[in-house]
């Protein structure tokens, strides 16, 4: 079995047209889940629906027969650490980028949390650079809200985000100072850029690292709080009040966060959220015997919460999923518990882990894929996400049931961190298309 992968760059003229035959056609945007057929012509889709091709395709057009598999708009991965520059021999983007295209996932939005820290112009057009020259699938810089990621002097939001900056994060960090953060919503509504929380307040949380509580306590570990994450929800909220900021929270993990948001939301205030596979998919137990592969910022929180996440999901609380792909090489996490870093690659298991959801029957299928797909290109006003005519041909074909388990040693990230291994799960990747262009295919 080998996987096979598009050379960068991604500017390569892709195929004249493209028919996709026998497929399960998956869009959440309009609601369409039909057998049918797929045509598309350079970068773009052209033609899609029940009827397309039913009587073959015309000569001349390249056919990918779907056999009966599905065919979903790519996957948007709108929380993503990339390790370049600074730190490439955890990530780079062209290793990411392959590791996004192997789990389906054909834009990521990426973290400024670097070295040095994405917060000026000239690295914002730096990572969109490598992107162009080394990455085989969409590469997007979210740009930090505060030089240097200090939490106090504000970035250049307006030319930021002309440069190409698709939202504003401190992520690994939160923006604790309240008049540093009433600043950025206030100056962000007049470009309706995107303020990303990592919402923890550090006076509760820094000494911690696990969820606070009875498992904690016995593993003699200094917790964290449900508390730390919902007080910084809620006084944002507050400041988006005052100010129409729009503000999305990463990584949401307690109960109480999602309630705050959901109260947020019917007050109709500009409050969006995502969740990360492993905070529904995991609970604190996992920490296990201190499992370092089980240690993120947001910790695995307790079953009350997990289940509060996936009621969030199912709800419209939680508008998106992403992964928070955090790579670590074998020093940083094979550390006593407490000095280990933080966090988990994701980005190869994605879709499978989401796909638990609906094979669990706790959300329908298209109710999972939005989180993925349109939703997040909705918070990120990108084009992509859609089947649709016109649409970039951004698309995933993966088999729904197919059974596995994830071995780590074959994730094509450069960092193995994932506490997954091993786990049976339910749903593939067979291909991922970027602009028309194939760029990862498994061959059975
Ligand atoms: O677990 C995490 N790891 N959470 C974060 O917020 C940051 C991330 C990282 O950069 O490693």
Same mark, same amino acid.
């Given at each position: 079995m ?8 991604g500017t390569?003229p ?5 028919? *996709?035959i ?7 945007g309009?609601? $369409?889940?039909?057998v049918?057929g797929?045509l598309?012509e ?7 629906g029940p009827?397309?091709?039913r009587?073959?395709?015309? &000569?001349?057009?390249k056919v990918? #027969?779907?056999?009966g598999?599905c065919l979903a708009?790519?996957?948007i ?5 990339l390790r370049e520059p +600074?730190?490439?021999?955890k ?10 295209a192997a789990?389906g996932v054909?834009t ?9 820290v ?6 914002v057009?730096?990572i969109?650079?490598?992107?162009r020259?080394t990455?085989i %699938? ?5 740009a ?12 250049e ?7 190409g900056a698709?939202?504003f994060?401190?992520?690994?960090l939160?923006?604790?100072?309240s008049l540093?953060m009433?600043r ?6 007049a470009?309706?850029?995107?303020m990303?929380q990592?919402?923890?307040d ?6 911690g690292?696990?969820?606070d509580?009875e498992i904690a ?5 200094p +917790?964290?709080p449900n508390a730390s994450e919902?007080?910084?929800?809620e006084? #944002?909220i507050r400041?988006v009040?005052?100010?129409?900021g729009?503000y999305h929270v990463?990584h949401i993990?307690?109960?109480e966060a999602?309630n705050?948001?959901?109260r947020?939301k019917?007050r109709g205030?500009?409050?969006?959220c &995502?969740?990360a596979?492993?905070?529904?998919a995991l609970?604190?137990n996992?920490?296990g015997d *201190? ?6 910022a947001p910790?695995l929180?307790d ?9 969030g999901?199912?709800?419209g ?5 992403a992964t928070?792909?955090?790579?670590? #090489?074998?020093e940083?996490?094979r550390?006593?518990?407490e000095?280990?870093?933080n966090?988990?690659v ?7 882990l989401?796909l638990e959801?609906y094979h669990r029957? &706790?959300?329908g $299928?298209l109710e ?8 997040p290109a909705r918070?990120l006003?990108l084009?992509?996400g ?6 970039p041909?951004?698309m ?7 059974p596995w388990?994830? #071995? %780590? ?6 960092s193995?961190n994932s ?5 049976p799960?339910?749903?593939r990747v067979l291909?991922?298309?970027v602009?028309g262009?194939? %760029? *990862?295919r498994?061959?059975?």
């Amino acid at each position: 079995m080998a996987d096979f992968f598009a050379q960068p760059p991604g500017t390569d003229p892709p195929p004249e047209r493209t028919a *996709y035959i026998n497929a399960r056609l998956l869009d959440p945007g309009s609601n $369409l889940d039909a057998v049918g057929g797929l045509l598309t012509e350079r970068r773009r889709i052209v033609d899609l629906g029940p009827n397309l091709f039913r009587d073959g395709v015309p &000569e001349g057009i390249k056919v990918v #027969d779907c056999a009966g598999h599905c065919l979903a708009p790519g996957l948007i991965d709108m929380h993503v650490h990339l390790r370049e520059p +600074g730190h490439e021999h955890k990530e780079t983007i062209a290793s990411g980028s392959r590791a996004a295209a192997a789990g389906g996932v054909t834009t990521m939005a990426c973290m400024p949390n670097t070295d040095p820290v994405i917060d000026d112009i000239a690295l914002v057009q730096f990572i969109e650079r490598r992107a162009r020259e080394t990455a085989i %699938v969409r590469v997007h810089p979210i740009a930090a809200i505060t030089k240097g990621l200090q939490g106090e002097r504000l970035t250049e939001i307006g030319m930021l985000a002309e440069a190409g900056a698709v939202a504003f994060s401190d992520d690994g960090l939160p923006v604790s100072n309240s008049l540093v953060m009433r600043r950025a919503l206030s100056y962000s509504t007049a470009f309706g850029a995107l303020m990303v929380q990592h919402a923890e307040d550090h006076a509760l949380s820094a000494s911690g690292c696990m969820n606070d509580g009875e498992i904690a306590t016995r593993l003699g570990l200094p +917790g964290i709080p449900n508390a730390s994450e919902v007080i910084m929800v809620e006084r #944002d909220i507050r400041l988006v009040q005052n100010t129409g900021g729009r503000y999305h929270v990463a990584h949401i993990s307690t109960v109480e966060a999602v309630n705050a948001v959901r109260r947020a939301k019917k007050r109709g205030l500009p409050v969006s959220c &995502e969740a990360a596979p492993h905070h529904f998919a995991l609970n604190e137990n996992a920490v296990g015997d *201190y499992l370092t592969f089980a240690k993120m910022a947001p910790p695995l929180r307790d079953e009350t919460s997990r289940s509060a996440i996936v009621a969030g999901l199912k709800d419209g609380t939680i508008d998106t999923i992403a992964t928070d792909h955090a790579p670590h #090489d074998q020093e940083s996490k094979r550390l006593p518990f407490e000095h280990a870093a933080n966090g988990i690659v994701g980005l190869e298991t994605m879709l499978p882990l989401s796909l638990e959801l609906y094979h669990r029957g &706790e959300m329908g $299928l298209l109710e999972v894929l939005a989180k993925m797909t349109v939703n997040p290109a909705r918070l990120l006003n990108l084009p992509e996400g859609r089947l649709a005519k016109g649409a970039p041909a951004d698309m995933v074909v993966f088999d729904i049931d197919v059974p596995w388990r994830v #071995d %780590v040693s074959s994730f094509h990230s450069k960092s193995k961190n994932s506490p997954f291994d091993g786990r049976p799960v339910q749903g593939r990747v067979l291909r991922t298309v970027v602009g028309g262009r194939t %760029v *990862y295919r498994r061959d059975a």
